[in-house]
């Protein structure tokens, strides 16, 4: 469950909000002290703003992974210098506000949501969070425990397990082996003193981006960012990096782990945001991951929940999991399926029909003020490009059966394989042969 709602959330968050024209006000954006302020007219009585850290894992060392995602909670969960923990958290509750920050592998978020009424009263307490957080020790050692115990949770979960090992071993030596969650061992050595100074350094103009969907007037916005924005530091400049992800031959990395089944999932390339074949390649894992859970679990019955889904962020990626008791037959079907479809290609049935079952659910996905905050943010740092959202309707529409075909063939070739699991029921040798281009026999071609 947990890697289909990261499926669905990564995907949602690529082809950000599809708000009609006729149903509110045209989006916006202004520069404030040089800031860019992107704004969404909500056309309702809900306030949500939130404001971006851009960098994700390349803002951090590998050895001070975690540090982002400490910062993020103790902006909220450790007071500020005018209300201690509680008192900041009691004027919330009384109006049914929420302030909190959180982090992922591209970038962090600071996010306020309140109705608008309550507005003059949630946004100094926002402000503050960012501005004057203060890192109480005793409030720090509770959530560096919190995060120890779920990372300790985190690691007794197999779907966790193998995502991470997953990471290691296909990213080794490149920023997307970082987990932003850290380590045990890096957490409990950081400091409140440590993760200030590493916050204070990344809260700068250079690096931030604001997104605001609410009914505000412009004024009242600029005015509020521009106060917020008083202090804080220009920064170097600052530059967001993308790169490809190309898999030269196939591995399979075995990792005996004391387990009920099998875990396997595969790593390989996809289109890095902002690529002529994105949008084409999206729908072509759609398609590919209804035909591999029919013929994994349906058909063939090898395991309860199949996936395959498109991970899109600085470094993309295509990725493909089971659990199994049977390893060398998933391998079987799963080679068997790719050929078929680079041989025959998706039919032009099922390119259309996904196209219609994609853009609807972005529709359904994008009604709350969150969610289209979440997308124009995602936009903005992934694509370089928030107004994407007002093309992708017809991007998509237009998009052609052999456009969908030639992506896939381009993207799905050698894969990264790991196993998790009884080392004694899987046939390397399946794996690193070649998972593509293979006849009836078993031969490759």
Avoid at 298 to 320: C, D, E, I
Wanted: glycine letters at 4%; proline letters at 3%; hydrophobic letters at 40%.
């Amino acid at each position: 469950m947990m890697k289909k709602y990261v499926f669905t959330l990564l995907i949602a968050a690529a082809i950000g909000n599809i708000k009609t024209a006729q149903a509110q006000k045209a989006a916006y954006e202004t520069m404030v002290d040089g800031v860019k302020v992107i704004v969404q007219p909500s056309g309702n009585d809900i306030v949500e703003i939130q404001t971006i850290i851009k960098g994700g894992v390349q803002n951090y060392k590998a050895d001070k992974m975690g540090i982002e995602s400490m910062a993020m909670n103790a902006l909220t969960e450790c007071g500020t210098v005018a209300h201690d923990k509680n008192a900041f958290k009691d004027i919330l509750d009384k109006v049914s506000a929420t302030v909190y920050g959180s982090t992922n592998k591209n970038y962090s978020v600071i996010r306020m949501n309140c109705i608008k009424s309550d507005f003059d009263v949630v946004w100094p307490l926002y402000a503050e969070a960012m501005t004057q957080p203060r890192f109480d020790a005793k409030e720090f050692t509770r959530i560096k425990q919190d995060a120890i115990n779920n990372l300790k949770a985190e690691d007794s979960q197999p779907d966790a397990a193998i995502d991470k090992l997953a990471n290691k071993v296909a990213f080794v030596n490149r920023d997307y082996a970082k987990e932003p969650e850290g380590t045990v061992d890096i957490i409990t050595k950081l400091t409140p003193e440590e993760t200030k100074a590493f916050y204070t350094s990344i809260f700068t103009k250079s690096r931030l981006v604001i997104v605001v969907v609410a009914d505000l007037d412009q004024s009242v916005i600029e005015a509020k960012v521009k106060a917020l924005l008083a202090g804080v530091k220009k920064g170097n400049p600052f530059e967001f990096k993308k790169s490809s992800f190309k898999v030269y031959k196939n591995s399979i990395n075995v990792e005996q782990r004391d387990l009920a089944t099998n875990y396997v999932e595969g790593v390989t390339s996809g289109p890095i945001p902002g690529n002529e074949d994105f949008d084409a390649f999206n729908v072509a894992m759609r398609i590919f991951a209804n035909r591999h859970f029919l013929d994994v679990r349906t058909n063939n019955g090898l395991s309860y929940a199949p996936q395959a889904w498109f991970s899109v962020g600085q470094t993309s990626t295509a990725r493909f999991s089971v659990s199994t008791t049977q390893p060398d037959k998933y391998i079987a079907v799963f080679d068997k399926l790719v050929d078929k479809v680079k041989t025959e290609g998706f039919k032009p049935e099922e390119v259309a029909n996904m196209k219609i079952t994609y853009l609807t659910g972005f529709y359904y996905k994008n009604e709350t003020n969150s969610a289209q905050a979440s997308s124009i943010a995602s936009n903005e740092v992934l694509f370089d490009n928030w107004k994407r959202s007002l093309t992708l309707v017809d991007d998509v529409k237009k998009l052609t059966t052999e456009q969908v075909n030639n992506a896939f063939k381009t993207y799905i070739n050698n894969i990264v394989w790991v196993y998790q699991g009884d080392p004694k029921k899987v046939n390397q040798v399946l794996y690193i042969n070649g998972t593509l281009n293979k006849g009836e026999n078993g031969v490759n071609h």
